[in-house]
């Protein structure tokens, strides 16, 4: 069973820059489509964005499009989360997912294993 360990959240002033990393261990990534989704306090869980296994497919939620960039690294089994002009909208706590479908999987219910979550607030 894979593991998977988000990293790189923080406190970040509006218009600013964080990069998120998601580890995986215990298996290979290399072989699924990968997610990231956020949750706000009070909120369901909202799909963010995903990327394929070929790395050669991505797919965004509009809220995120042209600011967040999603990218994996099949040698170091770790995807990242590039997310730039945040806004306090962005605020939630972030996960990395692997899916158990491949394609555009976008809901969560595509998604067999999720990691602990990283806190990203944004102040304004």
């Known amino acids: 069973q894979v593991q998977l360990v988000e990293s790189g959240g923080g406190l970040v002033q509006a218009g600013g820059s964080l990069r998120l990393s998601c580890a995986a261990s215990?298996?290979?990534?290399?072989?699924?489509?990968m997610g990231w989704f956020r949750q706000a306090p009070g909120k369901e869980r909202e799909f963010v964005a995903t990327i394929d296994k070929n790395d050669g497919n991505t797919m965004y939620a509009d809220s995120v499009k042209v600011r967040f960039t999603i990218s994996r690294d099949n040698a170091k089994n770790t995807v990242y989360l590039q997310m730039n002009s945040l806004k306090p909208e962005d605020t939630a706590v972030y996960y990395c997912?692997?899916?158990?479908?491949?394609?555009?999987?976008?809901?969560?219910?595509?998604?067999?294993?999720w990691g602990q979550g990283t806190q990203v607030t944004v102040s304004s």
């Open positions: 997912a692997r899916a158990w479908r491949g394609g555009n999987a976008q809901y969560p219910f595509e998604y067999d294993c």
């Open positions: 215990g298996r290979s990534i290399s072989d699924y489509v």
